[in-house]
């Protein structure tokens, strides 16, 4: 009778367990919305990630994003992504970590950890968090603190993105636990001070940048976000690629945004590898149902290959609702194929017409690139009035990206020269100036229409 007690005790706790452990597994939430922890903009950045500091004697494993008044005001601290609570303690202020379990096949693993350091203590006006908890994406976790002691130079939050799940104890490599601030080393009690140790390296090794690499962690979970759940954001906003303006001195390019969502008044804003910025307004009216349409600015040519960042804020109250960075590559492998002109005389006289041309250009990089003076040049051996006719295309000719067919086709007729010589002695050629010094000559393949 005791042993079939017993093993019935035995069959109970087994079942309890395993459904204990089958209930966490399906709360464990996975992490599929992301954004960046504080409202409005993620600036200013005091301290980029991976810079070294002297201070510490070690690499900065983070990003710290200032909040001067935060003595005065309450600035509320999101988590990233929805996750589990890992850590919620005193270290430098409240600091909090918290454990995301990432979508099947991310790039960036199973599971991240995200780190949060200079919050306000809960005795104090922050947020307690039990370890163990689920956060939500939009839910605080806490407040920057504007305390002295607990961040030692300005109010700021300290943010940071480390690989893989939650580690508990020391790293054996630093004499610390796995989630510092810096990739300060101790050995035989003494913290080392030379920043060209591998070490560093490895370390740094286990962290992502959060935002400023060319697409940081976040930018990068934003923008896959988009792509595959494009209807998901109250708003949606849809971009070209680089579009070129030969109709300014000098030629300018822009990008095309359109818009749809609430009534909101809107403001975007470009800003270009230089810092140079463009903003345009969209007024509350424009939005309800339709998409508007504005064109940013990028530059002037020739542009700069580099980052371009797309922020959009609605006015009142102000609040980042999308920021995305883009890389655009310079123009490259230029290639002119396709050449061919049609002209006519007509009315039994010798005046040649233009009737119609096609040129077939291809751009490999993502901005435009510019010809100057484009011309079709007839070379009249003999001719009354010279040796060779120009007709002028315009001041420029663009060349956006991909492939783009530059051509005329019209009722009217395009241009018109004289010659009494042999039609079979006309030839055609096509004259491009890539600046004041450098030019191209490529022939035409000439249609002449007795």
Aim: glycine share 8%.
């Amino acid at each position: 009778m005791f042993r079939k007690v017993k093993h019935l005790l035995l069959l109970t706790l087994l079942i309890v367990f395993t459904s204990i452990i089958i209930t966490n597994a399906q709360d464990v939430p996975i992490a599929n919305s992301f954004r960046f922890p504080l409202e409005g903009d993620w600036s200013p950045l005091w301290q980029d990630f991976g810079k070294w500091n002297n201070q510490w004697n070690g690499y900065h494993l983070g990003e710290d994003v200032g909040r001067e008044d935060a003595d005065t005001k309450n600035y509320a601290v999101y988590p990233m992504a929805d996750g589990i609570v890992k850590f919620a303690d005193i270290v430098m202020g409240y600091t909090v970590i918290i454990e995301h379990k990432l979508s099947d096949n991310d790039p960036a693993g199973d599971y991240v950890c995200s780190v949060y350091y200079h919050m306000k203590r809960p005795e104090e006006g922050g947020i307690k968090l039990t370890v163990g908890e689920s956060v939500s994406i939009d839910s605080p976790i806490g407040y920057v603190s504007g305390k002295l002691e607990d961040y030692k130079s300005s109010p700021h939050l300290h943010f940071g993105i480390r690989k893989g799940c939650y580690e508990t104890g020391k790293d054996t490599r630093t004499g610390f636990w796995y989630y510092p601030g810096y990739t300060t080393i101790k050995k035989n009690s003494e913290v080392q001070k030379n920043p060209y140790d591998p070490t560093h390296k490895q370390i740094l090794s286990d962290w992502f940048n959060p935002t400023t690499d060319e697409l940081g962690f976040i930018e990068s979970h934003i923008i896959q976000i988009e792509q595959s759940i494009i209807d998901s954001s109250l708003y949606r906003i849809e971009c070209s690629k680089p579009i070129p303006h030969p109709y300014f001195i000098p030629c300018e390019a822009s990008l095309r945004i359109s818009v749809r969502g609430p009534a909101d008044e809107l403001a975007l804003i470009l800003t270009n590898p230089e810092g140079d910025t463009d903003i345009k307004f969209i007024s509350k009216r424009s939005l309800i149902d339709n998409f508007e349409t504005v064109d940013l600015r990028m530059g002037k040519e020739p542009f700069s290959e580099g980052p371009y960042t797309l922020t959009v804020k609605t006015v009142t109250p102000e609040k980042v609702i999308y920021k995305r960075e883009a890389w655009f590559t310079s123009p490259k492998n230029i290639q002119i194929t396709d050449r061919e002109i049609t002209i006519a005389r007509k009315y039994g006289d010798y005046r040649y017409y233009v009737i119609k041309y096609s040129f077939t250009f291809k751009n490999e990089g993502d901005l435009p690139f510019f010809f100057y003076h484009p011309e079709i040049i007839f070379t009249t051996p003999g001719g009354q009035w010279g040796e060779k006719e120009e007709i002028s295309l315009g001041l420029f000719l663009p060349v956006p990206s991909g492939e783009f067919k530059f051509d005329q086709s019209q009722g009217t007729l395009a241009g018109s020269f004289w010659y009494k010589g042999p039609s079979k002695m006309i030839n055609a050629t096509l004259s491009l100036h890539k600046s004041d010094k450098e030019f191209l000559t490529l022939p035409i393949k000439l249609t002449i229409e007795e």
